[in-house]
């Protein structure tokens, strides 16, 4: 197994991934960052990059005829699209939460934040899509 990414550069590879094959799903990316780049992800893994994907918007949503992600821009457009989501702050990949309601340890994207004028931080289990505030997460890993 080679050397595993930080988050950042495995969200820009999945990013490459989708837009040169025209095709988002979590199967496609375990497979091909497999192959491609010898790096070894599970599907909650890569469901969780297809949620930031969509977030940044170089995705659609889910097509359940398909199975898939509608990838919806350019490849030469993809790192200037990925820059303004990483800059907006709009996803906390870096930090690991438990969910209480499937329990699962993984990241967690931005769901409603105080900051844009909602009432409470509420965020989004990338595993299994619960949406609930951040305080009631027991808080796992942190660190960028």
């Not at 490459?16 to 025209?22: F, G, P």
């Not at 070894?40 to 995705?59: M, R, S």
């Not at 659609?60 to 030469?76: A, E, F, H, N, T």
Request: with cysteine; net charge negative.
């Amino acid at each position: 197994m080679g050397t595993p990414p930080n988050t950042l550069n495995l969200l820009r590879t999945a990013a490459d991934l989708v837009t040169e094959t025209r095709h988002g799903s979590p199967s496609m990316l375990t497979r091909r960052l497999n192959q491609d780049h010898n790096i070894q992800i599970g599907f909650e893994t890569a469901q969780a990059l297809l949620t930031d994907l969509f977030g940044a918007g170089i995705v659609g949503p889910y097509d359940r005829k398909k199975l898939s992600y509608p990838v919806l821009i350019d490849r030469q457009d993809v790192q200037t699209k990925l820059d303004d989501y990483i800059k907006e702050g709009t996803t906390d990949w870096w930090t690991l939460y438990e969910c209480p309601q499937c329990s699962r340890v993984s990241a967690w994207t931005d769901g409603r934040k105080v900051a844009l004028g909602d009432e409470v931080d509420e965020y989004w289990c990338q595993t299994c899509g619960a949406e609930v505030p951040i305080s009631a997460c027991a808080l796992v890993v942190t660190g960028a």
